[in-house]
T-cell receptor, first 116, second 116 residues
Framework: AQTVTQSQPEMSVQEAETVTLSCTYDTSESDYYLFWYKQPPSRQMILVIRQEAYKQQNATENRFSVNFQKAAKSFSLKISDSQLGDAAMYFCAYRSDTGTASKLTFGTGTRLQVTL | DTGVSQNPRHKITKRGQNVTFRCDPISEHNRLYWYRQTLGQGPEFLTYFQNEAQLEKSRLLSDRFSAERPKGSFSTLEIQRTEQGDSAMYLC??????????????FGEGSWLTVV
């Protein structure tokens, strides 16, 4: 079974600064996707960024980028120029690309605080 | 798209009572998922449907839990004889399955259940 580990329960960053959230995962599969989801307080979870395991190039979406290290099974999220609206829970998630590719497996999350 | 809609948003029930949650997915999304999220944890997969067929159920889904998607559109999650351990947020999500695991899964705002 796949597992996802987020070892940072809480992180804090000053507005306009850069922060990196860590994620490691364990799998024996070669085809999969990795995701970062953002869950603001009392609001729905939204997709921030995704990475296909077969792609060596790290995904980027505006101020959000990942550092994907397949051999190390590491998938960190970098948020540049942090904004107050970035404050939320961030979840790393894994999804197999084999078979029917059903569920997302989530980590326990990192709460990001953004300070002035 | 109007997004994934869940109701009720909050439910307080006495132990032993039955509760039912409804999820309306994004129109034309053929996959619908149910997750459970407790405080301080990431969402845990419960079950998912492709159209009206329930294709996978987690071991977390005890025989007190039942989910249906009778016409391949909305879904209901019923919990019978509720226990205090059932207190959690129940998340619904939907996606349009196109054969790869990278397709975006959209989440609703969740239904909070408190069992007293």
């Amino acid at each position: 079974a796949q597992t996802v580990t987020q070892s940072q329960p809480e992180m804090s960053v000053q507005e306009a600064e850069t922060v990196t959230l860590s994620c490691t995962y364990d799998t024996s599969e070669s085809d999969y996707y990795l995701f970062w989801y953002k869950q603001p307080p009392s609001r729905q979870m939204i997709l921030v960024i995704r990475q296909e395991a077969y792609k060596q190039q790290n995904a980027t979406e505006n101020r959000f980028s990942v550092n994907f290290q397949k051999a190390a099974k590491s998938f960190s999220l970098k948020i540049s120029d942090s904004q107050l609206g970035d404050a939320a829970m961030y979840f790393c998630a894994y999804r197999s690309d084999t078979g029917t590719a059903s569920k997302l497996t989530f980590g326990t999350g990192t709460r990001l605080q953004v300070t002035l | 798209d109007t997004g994934v809609s869940q109701n009720p948003r909050h439910k307080i029930t006495k132990r032993g009572q039955n509760v039912t949650f409804r999820c309306d997915p994004i129109s034309e999304h053929n996959r619908l998922y149910w997750y459970r999220q407790t405080l301080g944890q990431g969402p845990e997969f419960l079950t998912y449907f492709q159209n009206e067929a329930q294709l996978e159920k987690s071991r977390l889904l005890s025989d007190r839990f039942s989910a249906e998607r009778p016409k391949g559109s909305f879904s209901t999650l019923e919990i019978q004889r509720t226990e205090q351990g059932d207190s959690a947020m129940y998340l619904c999500a939907s996606s349009r399955w196109v054969g790869r695991a990278g397709n975006t899964i959209y989440f609703g705002e969740g239904s909070w259940l408190t069992v007293v």
